[in-house]
């Protein structure tokens, strides 16, 4: 017995066109943009670091905050203003300091408690007393302040200008 001869058809295997991307080509080419949009990123944020900070002319910078009278500052009080990013100290002899409210050491808020008569930082423990001095570590340094201005009995307070220090002096309060 004779098989009967089956006739089989070549199968038509299309080929992929030269312009198709294969999986390799399109991911080589993912990856490539993934860096290139990583680097513009990272260049961004360097720029920006770089040209962040204070401007150069603190002159112009003058903005000034009304606090109050004289009057509503009793000797020996701390007072937040925390719109104003301060706290306005008036000391027992009646003069005036805006204190920062930026721990010197990492930049933290620090907090006034009442009772105990100091500034405490949340984060690392540092205490102030109420000049601002360094009471435990690990701040090196005092409180940043703010120039105090009075004019006419009442208290205003340089906002846009913040001083630097190392340590307290009475030269740094403002007396009516």
């Known amino acids: 017995m004779n098989k009967p001869q089956t006739k089989i058809e070549p199968i038509n295997v299309e080929h992929p066109k030269a312009d198709a991307v294969n999986r390799r080509d399109f991911f ?4 490539k943009w993934i860096g290139v949009v990583a680097v513009v990123e990272i260049l961004g ?3 920006g670091f770089m040209f962040s900070g204070r401007p150069k002319n603190k002159a112009s910078q003058k903005q000034l905050l009304e ?15 925390f719109g104003g990013r301060f706290y306005l100290s008036r000391q027992q002899d009646g003069g005036f300091i805006a204190l920062s409210l930026r721990c010197t050491h990492l930049g933290c808020s620090i907090a006034w408690e009442q009772e105990k008569q100091r500034f405490i930082c949340p984060c690392h423990s540092s205490a102030f007393d109420i000049n601002g001095e360094v009471l435990n570590p690990p701040a090196a340094r005092a409180l940043d302040y703010y120039p105090v201005i009075i004019e006419n009995n009442i208290v205003k307070v340089d906002i846009g200008t913040i001083l630097e220090r190392n340590s307290f002096r009475k030269e740094q309060l403002q007396y009516a």
């Open 28 to 31: 080589n080419k993912a990856w």
């Open 67 to 81: 606090a109050g009278s004289v009057e509503s500052f009793l000797p020996n009080t701390v007072t937040a203003f």
């Open 45 to 47: 944020m360097f720029t």
